[in-house]
């Protein structure tokens, strides 16, 4: 695991929900593209603070739901079984995955 400061995250709280948006710091303000449709990973979005792979995998452990771009993030969840392999999207030669907890009704 690498302890230098390399993912760049943003927690968004809405509705009562926390959602995680992450990436692979060096592709902050790139622009994918999925086909014909634009894959912006903005700083405003995806920008945030800066952590190592630890505190990372710590806070995705107590997200509602999280959207995560970069093959280094993206290869941390497979590696930690956070993530299924079947579930990751290349976009552009890079992984993108989705992440989303269910709730039980009462």
């Known amino acids: 695991m690498n302890e230098d400061p390399s993912i760049s995250m ?7 929900q926390l959602i995680l948006a992450a990436c692979d710091r060096q592709l902050l303000g790139r622009r994918l593209n999925n ?12 920008g945030g603070d800066t952590v190592n792979d630890d505190t ?10 999280a959207n995560i771009v ?4 993206v290869g941390l969840l497979m590696e930690s079984g956070v993530v299924d392999p079947s579930a990751v999207m290349i976009i552009d030669d890079i992984m993108h995955v989705q992440i989303y907890s269910v709730a039980k009704g009462k």
């Open 10 to 16: 943003k927690l968004h709280s809405i509705q009562g």
């Open 35 to 46: 086909g014909d449709v634009p894959f912006p990973i903005s700083q405003n979005f995806y």
């Open 70 to 73: 970069g093959n280094h993030c």
């Open 56 to 65: 990372f995998l710590n806070i995705i452990s107590h997200v509602t739901s």
